[in-house]
């Protein structure tokens, strides 16, 4: 059926699709599943992924809520990355780096944002130049 026209109504239809499938990529769990599977083997599955490698494009990227899916998007790319999916530890690994990135960066941010407080808290209030007169 090449040279069909798809509609505006399947057109949002694979655009939600393939965001939430691209989205569930963040989810190491979910790739053990797909690697235990067989899933990261099939050759039409892996070329797959390379189709969705377009969600990179900023026109694109900006309606990712998980914006980590695009790093395991990528590794899939690997047919090592791949492979070691199935060990169900690796994926706990994964996991867990993920937990601590998430858990480093709410620091982080937290301090960033008391810091950016503190420093306009610090600075001098200009005078104000009102209509006010002086008697």
Known sequence: MAGVMETE???RHR????LEFVQCLANPNYL???AQRGYLREKPFVNY????LYWKEPEY???LKYPHCLHMLELLQYEHFRKELVNAQCAKFIDEQQILHWQHYSRKRTRLQQALVEQQ???PQAPSHGNTTSK
């Open 9 to 11: 109504e399947q057109a």
């Open 15 to 18: 655009f939600q699709l393939e």
């Open 32 to 34: 053990n599943f797909l």
């Open 49 to 52: 992924l390379k189709y969705l």
């Open 61 to 63: 990227a900006k309606f």
């Open 121 to 123: 808290q610090q600075q």
